[in-house]
């Protein structure tokens, strides 16, 4: 049984400040793990990949991935009311296999 | 280009209508997907389809019925269905193979079923 846990929140954050969303993942077989932002009645939208431990940065956003720990966290630096949305963690084995979502984790940026 | 297209983007229908969903990308994708979201759930993967021929189908009811005409286009024909059908379904793309999988979703079709 593939099962992906976040936070549901709300996690409360004030304006530029940093976010951390936090994820843990329970099937070792797991090679690929996602980030999706999700505004309210939007589809989800991609933000950041990641398959190899270590961190991995991409203009305010930084994923870091832990294998050994089935652990995946998403940094949002300098907060805006912009990001405030629900944050889906997403893995998958790789190729064609579809993705296993956590119920995601709702963050509000507090002006 | 990372876009696809769903179209219509919302869908009301009756119980004993029959209507499909369209899904339509350009970037060569490889595979496609459906998924089913629930009002403050995730989204529930539905089917897969690799290289045009369909690869998973987790257990879903034979009242939704996909299909996959060439590797642009994914359909999704739904006849006879229920209340709880109603949610957002979301297509989505990505490359088959290798570790280039991020997967690409649509806007989505917000189905009501009356």
């Given at each position: 049984q593939k099962e992906v846990e976040q936070n549901s929140g709300p996690l409360s954050v004030p304006e530029g400040a940093i976010a951390s969303l936090n994820c843990t993942y329970?099937?070792?077989?797991?090679?690929s793990f996602f980030w999706y932002r999700q505004y309210s009645g939007k589809s989800p939208e991609l933000i950041m990949f990641i398959y190899s431990n270590g961190d991995k940065e991409d203009g305010r956003f930084t994923a870091q991935l832990n294998k050994a720990s089935q652990y995946v966290s998403l940094l949002i630096r300098?907060?805006?009311?912009?990001?405030s949305a629900t944050y889906l963690c997403a893995v998958n084995r790789?190729?064609?296999d579809g993705l296993t979502f956590g119920k995601g984790t709702h963050l509000i940026i507090q002006p | 280009d990372t876009e696809v297209t769903q179209t219509p983007k919302h869908l009301v229908m009756g119980m004993t209508n029959k209507k499909s969903l369209k899904c339509e990308q350009h970037?060569?994708?490889?595979a496609m997907y459906w998924y089913k979201q629930k009002a403050k759930k995730p989204p529930e993967l539905m089917f897969v389809y690799s290289y045009e021929k369909l690869s998973i189908n987790e257990s879903v009811p034979s009242r939704f019925s996909p299909e996959c005409p060439n590797s642009s286009l994914l359909n999704l024909h739904l006849h006879a269905?229920?209340?709880?059908?109603s949610a957002l379904y979301l297509c989505a793309s990505s490359q088959d193979?290798?570790?280039?999988t991020e997967a690409f979703f649509g806007q989505g079709t917000r189905l009501t079923v009356v």
């Open positions: 329970s099937d070792r077989g797991s090679q300098d907060s805006q009311p912009s990001d790789g190729g064609a | 970037m060569g994708h490889r269905l229920q209340p709880e059908d193979q290798g570790w280039g």
